[in-house]
Protein backbone atom coordinates (compact mmCIF):
# COMPACT_ATOMS: atom_id res chain seq x y z
CA UNK A 1 0.00 0.00 0.00
CA UNK A 2 1.32 3.75 -0.72
CA UNK A 3 1.81 5.90 1.70
CA UNK A 4 -0.39 8.50 0.07
CA UNK A 5 -3.23 5.98 -0.18
CA UNK A 6 -2.99 5.13 4.01
CA UNK A 7 -3.38 8.84 4.86
CA UNK A 8 -5.78 8.90 2.54
CA UNK A 9 -7.99 6.34 4.38
CA UNK A 10 -6.87 7.28 7.42
CA UNK A 11 -7.95 11.43 7.23
CA UNK A 12 -11.45 9.83 6.00
CA UNK A 13 -11.87 8.73 9.75
CA UNK A 14 -13.01 5.10 8.75
CA UNK A 15 -12.11 3.14 11.92
CA UNK A 16 -10.67 -0.02 11.50
CA UNK A 17 -10.23 -1.59 7.79
CA UNK A 18 -7.88 -4.02 5.85
CA UNK A 19 -6.04 -3.15 2.93
CA UNK A 20 -4.82 -6.06 0.85
CA UNK A 21 -2.93 -4.94 -1.98
CA UNK A 22 -2.79 -1.19 -3.80
CA UNK A 23 -5.48 -0.15 -5.59
CA UNK A 24 -5.76 2.27 -8.76
CA UNK A 25 -9.75 1.57 -9.35
CA UNK A 26 -12.75 1.07 -8.01
CA UNK A 27 -12.90 -2.54 -8.82
CA UNK A 28 -9.62 -2.92 -7.33
CA UNK A 29 -10.46 -1.33 -4.22
CA UNK A 30 -13.68 -3.02 -3.80
CA UNK A 31 -11.58 -6.34 -3.94
CA UNK A 32 -9.11 -4.93 -1.86
CA UNK A 33 -10.60 -3.28 0.80
CA UNK A 34 -12.55 -4.89 3.78
CA UNK A 35 -13.69 -2.86 7.02
CA UNK A 36 -13.65 -4.24 10.44
CA UNK A 37 -17.30 -4.55 11.45
CA UNK A 38 -16.23 -6.68 15.26
CA UNK A 39 -14.36 -9.68 16.51
CA UNK A 40 -15.29 -12.95 17.53
CA UNK A 41 -12.93 -14.93 20.07
CA UNK A 42 -10.78 -11.91 19.40
CA UNK A 43 -10.71 -12.59 15.64
CA UNK A 44 -11.85 -9.65 13.33
CA UNK A 45 -14.69 -10.07 11.76
CA UNK A 46 -14.30 -8.23 7.88
CA UNK A 47 -16.64 -6.58 5.41
CA UNK A 48 -16.25 -7.14 2.03
CA UNK A 49 -19.70 -5.20 0.87
CA UNK A 50 -18.79 -2.04 -0.40
CA UNK A 51 -22.27 -0.74 1.57
CA UNK A 52 -20.57 -1.24 4.85
CA UNK A 53 -17.26 0.21 3.89
CA UNK A 54 -18.53 3.84 4.82
CA UNK A 55 -15.96 5.39 2.15
CA UNK A 56 -16.23 5.05 -1.96
CA UNK A 57 -13.22 4.69 -4.19
CA UNK A 58 -14.40 8.18 -5.73
CA UNK A 59 -13.67 9.98 -2.15
CA UNK A 60 -10.49 7.94 -1.37
CA UNK A 61 -9.42 9.16 -4.81
CA UNK A 62 -10.12 13.14 -3.89
CA UNK A 63 -8.12 12.57 -0.88
CA UNK A 64 -5.30 10.94 -2.73
CA UNK A 65 -5.30 14.22 -4.97
CA UNK A 66 -5.48 16.22 -2.08
CA UNK A 67 -1.38 15.22 -0.82
Not at 26 to 49: L, P, Y
Request: glycine share 8%; net charge neutral.
Amino acid sequence: MSTKLGKALTNLNLGEWVLRGTPTNETEFNTMFRKITGSKDGVAIESSKPSDFGVTWSQVKTEMDKE
